[in-house]
């Protein structure tokens, strides 16, 4: 979808956890298993070898292609929350149950579907994510 006055989106998914979040995008082309992958009390990303290894997540809108690993990754992200270090939102081509039950519980805004979603954001660009409306908005810098 190209973006119009009239219509300013710059995405469109597939609803996963309702909500909505402002928030600087993180992007990984690989996927994330987040069990014994992110350090819970601080957000920061500890897998070795990973392209977020050293990177913090918390608060920023985690875009990836989708998860993988244990199921244990749910309860991570449900932790993550608790702790107040989660992701302000998840975009994903494809959210498999572990990020989406992870995101349910947690009640991180969650949307899927976006094929092209880590090609067409860059690391750093502020957007509104609407998992409710299932819409990904770039906004202006002010």
């Known amino acids: 979808m190209v973006p119009t006055d009239d219509n300013p989106t710059d995405a469109e998914g597939r609803t996963i956890a309702e909500g909505v979040a ?5 992007v990984s082309p690989e996927p994330i298993s987040f ?7 601080t957000g920061e990303f500890i897998e070795e070898d990973h392209h977020l290894t ?10 990836f292609p989708k998860g ?5 990754g ?13 992701p302000a ?7 498999e149950t572990i990020v989406a039950t992870g995101a349910i519980l947690g009640d991180v805004p ?7 979603a880590v090609s067409r954001f860059t690391d750093g660009e502020r957007v509104k994510v609407d998992a409710t409306e299932g819409t990904i908005t770039r906004l202006n810098d002010e």
Do not use: R
């Open 35 to 41: 069990y014994g992958a992110v350090e819970t009390k």
């Open 110 to 116: 969650c949307l899927d579907g976006i094929e092209d």
């Open 68 to 72: 993988k690993g244990s199921t244990v």
């Open 54 to 63: 050293g990177q913090n997540i918390a608060g920023k809108v985690l875009v």
């Open 89 to 95: 939102a998840i975009v994903n081509h494809e959210t």
């Open 74 to 86: 749910s309860y991570v992200i449900y932790g993550l929350a608790q702790e107040g270090t989660a």
């Open 22 to 26: 402002e928030g600087e995008v993180l």
